[in-house]
């Protein structure tokens, strides 16, 4: 079967669906080729058992690590990508995350633009994930041209609480931006939102944001369970030709004047290696063999803080962080990381994750008194870090870095826990199967022979390639990733307007 349109998209996430946002006004016939289906509204939607003891949600696609074990990665295929199941997070990059800088083990090389060039693509961003959030809270928060629309989501009694606890300890708190609509969000049952899939509209993720917008256009549509296998070019290699993807078992092919690939770090990389072909033979758009390299994911902890005197009784609990060793900790003199705020830990998610098997009562005890923290450190860079084909299957290659420095950021942020009254600290550091922030597999460059796409996400090879998601990060900096990947997608939308 032989289809057509104007641009075709790779992926419904959060670069995919800000990219047809960003395209949709131009009335070009855009068609998004999506492998998961849309995400219905069942019982399970808001069961901590089936979420997270039963993993309900998750898809059976293992990877290979290098070490030749496989493992299920913490990755989802529906429309909307994995911000289905985000935390709705929405921090922008801080303004030193742009420039070179030292880091405890090693250095950040800094972007190809300023803060300032992606500061009005951060701002359309915001407004099409309705970010809720406060501008004058945070010393590390970058200029904004205007205010958040949206107040920030409110503290619980329990979190205001802590959050004049930690100021007493010397931490400046903040509102966390939010993409939450809380009164929406509460309607449908009363729960945290972190690692719950969405399936209406109170968290705002890529399907409920920009790509509902985008299919207010007739000339955007979404093609569902369409798994794309490879990408075809004409016989230069200089354009790319067709689509091939899978749907209902039957292979499919469409053509298209412009293609942007918005798969998800990893499979983004993983399709354009399979794409190889005799122009490019490593991969497409691989002339400067760093597809599929410095792959980063984030170094991340989660932190479990317990006051027996202090019940916890927030149901949703993630609104706010800190920044405060961000930039500079004046102990170690380098950036450690962010801290915020997970989702109410429940005695179910909590036996989850238990180091032991322990009753469901014992855990539900702890979860009473126990809050949640998320803590994340910059991995840095490294072309040796890489995600490759083995097989026709994903091997997931990371070599993470800067461990120091988010040790430093435990062993700080467990003090401060310990001086604002939190007698119990425990902590457990996230391995490879956490794949939420994965970044950086096709890096955003000037130089064609350092990285595999221009600042507008253009492939340096290929003329009508783009790839628009987590993939071309160059650095990981460390906050969370879905705002700067949406505004560098819309920014890349609005040069492929124009072309
Ligand atoms: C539990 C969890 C919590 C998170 N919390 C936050 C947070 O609070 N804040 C934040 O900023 N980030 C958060 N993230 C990360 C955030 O969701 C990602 O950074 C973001 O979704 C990345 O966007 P993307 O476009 O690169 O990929 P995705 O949004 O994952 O989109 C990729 C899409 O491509 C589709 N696809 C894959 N392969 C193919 C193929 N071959 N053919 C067709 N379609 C394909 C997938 O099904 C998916 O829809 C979280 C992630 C998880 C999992």
């Given at each position: 079967m032989q289809q057509s349109a104007d641009i075709v998209i790779v992926g419904s996430g959060v670069g995919g669906s800000s990219l047809a946002f960003s395209l949709a006004e131009t009335g070009r016939k855009i068609v998004i080729l999506e492998r998961g289906d849309y995400l219905n509204d069942t019982p399970e939607a808001r069961d901590d058992v089936a979420i997270f003891q039963k993993g309900f949600y998750k898809s059976t696609e293992e990877w290979l690590g290098t070490d030749g074990e496989s493992f299920l990665p913490g990755n989802y295929y529906y429309v909307g990508g994995n911000s289905k199941f985000f935390g709705a997070v929405m921090y922008r990059y801080r303004k030193e995350d742009f420039g070179a800088r030292p880091h405890l083990d090693g250095g950040s090389p800094g972007w190809p633009i300023q803060y300032e060039d992606l500061e009005p693509w951060y701002e359309r961003a915001e407004d099409v994930f309705q970010v809720r959030g406060?501008?004058?809270?945070?010393?590390t928060e970058p200029p904004h041209s205007s205010p958040y629309a949206h107040p920030p989501v409110p503290d619980e009694p329990a979190i205001a609480a802590v959050r004049s606890r930690l100021q007493k300890a010397g931490i400046h708190p903040s509102s966390l931006p939010l993409a939450i609509d809380l009164e929406e969000w509460l309607k449908r049952a009363e729960t945290g939102w972190d690692a719950f899939p969405n399936t209406g509209l109170g968290k705002i993720d890529a399907e409920a944001g920009p790509l509902a917008r985008a299919l207010l256009h007739p000339n955007v549509s979404v093609v569902t369970g369409a798994s794309v296998s490879r990408l075809e070019t004409d016989a230069s290699g200089h354009r790319v030709t067709a689509a091939v993807f899978v749907k209902d078992g039957v292979e499919q092919r469409i053509r298209a004047d412009v293609f942007a690939v918005a798969a998800g770090a990893v499979q983004s990389a993983a399709l354009l290696l399979r794409s190889a072909n005799n122009a490019h033979p490593s991969g497409l758009g691989n002339s400067s063999d760093q597809l599929g390299r410095n792959f980063m994911n984030h170094n991340t902890t989660a932190m479990l803080t317990l006051d027996f005197r202090a019940p916890n009784t927030a149901v949703y609990q993630k609104t706010l962080g800190f920044n405060?060793?961000?930039?500079?900790?004046?102990?170690?003199?380098?950036p450690l990381g962010n801290v915020q705020l997970l989702g109410h830990i429940t005695g179910n998610i909590l036996k989850a994750n238990f180091p032991v098997a322990a009753p469901a009562w014992v855990t539900k005890l702890i979860a009473r008194y126990a809050y949640g923290w998320f803590l994340t450190s910059e991995d840095l860079p490294n072309p040796e870090s890489r995600v490759m084909i083995k097989d026709n299957r994903i091997v997931m290659h990371w070599i993470r870095s800067n461990m120091r420095a988010h040790e430093a950021l435990i062993k700080k942020t467990r003090s401060v826990m310990r001086k604002a009254g939190f007698p119990i600290v425990l902590t457990h550091t996230f391995g490879r199967?956490?794949?939420?922030?994965?970044?950086?597999?096709a890096r955003l460059g000037n130089n064609p022979a350092l990285s595999v796409?221009?600042?507008?996400?253009?492939?340096h090879d290929i003329e009508n390639l783009y790839i628009t998601d987590a993939s071309v990060l160059p650095t990981s900096a460390a906050v969370n990733p879905a705002l700067t990947v949406a505004a560098l997608a819309i920014k890349a939308g609005a040069a492929i307007g124009k072309g």
């Open positions: 406060a501008i004058d809270q945070d010393p405060d060793y961000y930039n500079n900790d004046n102990e170690y003199g380098y199967k956490t794949t939420s922030h994965q970044c950086g597999t796409v221009d600042p507008n996400c253009r492939s």
